[in-house]
């Protein structure tokens, strides 16, 4: 027969294998979510203002409030500044989704970036990279300059852009001007 103490160990070498499967399998789970959004084909379009379909402007429009307004809580400036006419607009797309989005001042030298964005809930899988890399692409031999937020400095500097001038603020967050040479 078994002793008290003895079902206790049993229970007790359960849970723990419990907790062990359940780790393996949040791990696994992160893995797997994340090759599968980097694994969806990307559907970019480089457009200016005029040739943005409705869709495409509300898309934008709503993908920008969510990750600066709602996201980032960034009120001090208007999200809708005025200026999108201005800009040309990099969107892209896996699927009917708009997963993520910049803005280039295109008739600048150098080439302004602004309103870098990667959905809020697809953040930190490799995305932006994708998106950067496509912004590079897009620019060619041509010099580009951004407002970065600071805290992304590192990040920057590895896709092989630079500080080009003290921080400043802007919208309340501590930004840099940075340049690809
Ligand atoms: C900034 C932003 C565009 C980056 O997009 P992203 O998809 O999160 O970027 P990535 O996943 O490609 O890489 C960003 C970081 O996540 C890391 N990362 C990439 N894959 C990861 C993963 N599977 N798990 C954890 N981290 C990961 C990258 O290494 C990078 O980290 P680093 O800063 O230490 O180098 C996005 O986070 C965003 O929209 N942020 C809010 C708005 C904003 O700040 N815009 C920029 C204004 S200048």
């Given at each position: 027969?078994?002793?008290?103490?003895?079902?206790?160990?049993?229970?007790?070498?359960?849970?723990?294998?419990?907790?062990?499967?359940?780790?393996?399998?949040?791990?696994?789970?992160?893995?797997?979510?994340y090759?599968?959004?980097?694994?969806?084909?990307?559907?970019?379009?480089?457009?200016?203002?005029?040739?943005?379909?409705?869709?495409?402007?509300?898309?934008?429009?709503?993908?920008?409030?969510?990750?600066?307004?709602?996201?980032?809580?960034?009120?001090?400036?208007?999200?809708?500044?005025?200026?999108?006419?201005?800009?040309?607009?990099?969107?892209?797309?896996?699927?009917?989704?708009?997963?993520?989005?910049?803005?280039?001042?295109?008739?600048?030298?150098?080439?302004?970036?602004?309103?870098?964005?990667?959905?809020?809930?697809?953040?930190?899988?490799?995305?932006?990279?994708?998106?950067?890399?496509?912004?590079?692409?897009?620019?060619?031999?041509?010099?580009?300059?951004?407002?970065?937020?600071?805290?992304?400095?590192?990040w920057?500097?590895?896709?092989?852009?630079?500080?080009?001038?003290?921080?400043?603020?802007?919208?309340?967050?501590?930004?840099?001007?940075?340049?690809?040479p």
């Open positions: 027969m078994r002793t008290l103490d003895s079902h206790l160990e049993a229970l007790l070498g359960l849970t723990l294998a419990s907790v062990d499967c359940f780790a393996v399998l949040v791990v696994v789970g992160s893995w797997l979510n090759g599968e959004v980097m694994t969806r084909p990307f559907d970019f379009r480089f457009k200016s203002f005029e040739e943005l379909s409705k869709s495409e402007l509300y898309d934008a429009l709503w993908l920008r409030d969510r990750v600066f307004v709602v996201g980032q809580k960034i009120t001090a400036l208007s999200e809708i500044d005025g200026e999108d006419p201005d800009w040309h607009h990099l969107l892209a797309y896996q699927g009917s989704d708009l997963v993520g989005y910049a803005r280039l001042k295109w008739d600048h030298d150098p080439v302004k970036i602004g309103r870098i964005a990667i959905d809020t809930t697809l953040q930190k899988q490799g995305l932006g990279t994708v998106l950067m890399h496509e912004i590079h692409r897009v620019l060619g031999a041509r010099h580009g300059f951004m407002h970065a937020q600071a805290y992304l400095r590192g920057y500097e590895q896709l092989g852009w630079r500080v080009c001038g003290p921080p400043f603020d802007e919208a309340d967050i501590e930004h840099l001007p940075m340049e690809r």
